[in-house]
């Protein structure tokens, strides 16, 4: 359940509203009675539902409910080319036309009309491919700015988060605004293996390969490679990352993202990854491998497991920087 806006005594969700009444109200309108936080709440259908993910066509009044399933990448959605050829055929009105119809204040820029910056007017008449803004937003903009996770679960220590896509090599994808995939490693793996004195990555143009060695890491002279968890074209590098390799255990899923890249096909890039919720049997696989190997070399470890701690190879150089690459990033 959505979180209740405690000052608005009625509130629209997704799809439903929720209108908090007293407990020993004989209220018969329509809708169902739910007890949330203590509070006795009528909720119902909106006759307007809400979508978390709002399509431009639907924002600007030309359908009455659309939820984006592309990313916001309208260059390769297939609803968006269908609408286009309907507008070609003056069978229907283009989201821009009904945008134009709009009083001039209500004409919001396309980012604002899905969700994606605050309130901003179009000043280019709904030309984007004209507009400054839309150029810089889309290029440099949404490209530098990660997407934060929903939720992170933890496993002994390991942040694992919702909604990525986990490569066996301890790598991650996730697919945001404008059909980009962003990629990382694994909050376990910089664990692992402690704080970098360096990434060597590759140059912006450069093709991944999935499941094949996409970049380097070195410490104190001990050097591993890392896998692509998906193929395509670098389109950004996280270049603070060869001024602050730390910045990557800092936040492995926020500011320490290694690539922005962009792939023709998004089902096929994914193929072979784990979602969130296959991932966190995997990490407990991982753990209990690295269970095994610390055993090895430091004796039993405690009955409830513990949690371990963030660099794990600095504490206990004895598993051997060999061994932990061959068993941790070399998986396919």
């Known amino acids: ?11 629209k969700g997704y799809g439903s509203s929720y209108a908090k009444k007293d407990a020993r109200s004989r209220d018969q309108s329509e809708g169902l009675d739910a007890v949330l936080g203590g509070q006795v709440w ?43 050829k309907k507008v070609g055929e003056g069978k229907q009105t283009s989201w821009q036309e009904a945008m134009r119809r709009k009083p001039e204040l209500e004409r919001t820029c396309r980012h604002t009309l899905t969700q994606r910056i605050g309130h901003r007017l179009c000043a280019y008449d709904y030309q984007c491919s004209s507009c400054d803004f839309d150029q810089y937003f889309e290029d440099y903009l949404a490209p530098q ?47 692992v293996f402690g704080e970098m004195d360096r990434f060597e990555l590759p140059l912006m143009g450069n093709e991944l390969d999935q499941s094949r060695p996409g970049w380097d890491m070195e410490r104190k002279g001990n050097r591993a490679e890392v896998l692509a968890p998906v193929g395509g074209i670098i389109c950004e590098v996280n270049t603070a990352l060869l001024e602050r390799p730390a910045q990557a255990n800092q936040g492995p899923y926020e500011e320490g993202w290694m690539f922005l890249v962009r792939h023709p096909n998004l089902k096929k890039a994914m193929e072979n990854l784990m979602s969130d919720t296959d991932s966190m049997e995997w990490t407990k696989q991982e753990v209990r491998t690295l269970e095994s190997l610390v055993e090895e070399v430091s004796g039993p470890m405690a009955a409830d497991g513990g949690v371990f701690g963030e660099d794990i190879y600095g504490s206990l150089p004895e598993l051997d920087w060999s061994r932990l690459s061959r068993t941790f990033l070399h998986k396919v």
């Open 145 to 191: 700015t990660p997407g934060l996770p929903p939720e992170i679960h933890q496993i002994r220590g390991f942040d694992v988060p919702v909604g990525y896509y986990f490569h066996r090599g301890h790598t991650w994808a996730r697919i945001e605004s404008g059909g980009y995939l962003r990629i990382g490693m694994d909050d376990f793996a910089l664990k």
């Open 42 to 84: 009528r909720v119902k259908p909106d006759e307007e539902p809400k979508t978390q993910n709002p399509c431009l066509w639907m924002q600007a009044g030309v359908v009455k409910f659309k939820t984006c399933n592309n990313f916001y990448d309208c260059t390769t959605c297939k609803y968006d080319q269908g609408m286009q």
């Open 1 to 11: 359940m959505a979180r209740q806006n405690q000052q608005n005594p009625t509130w």
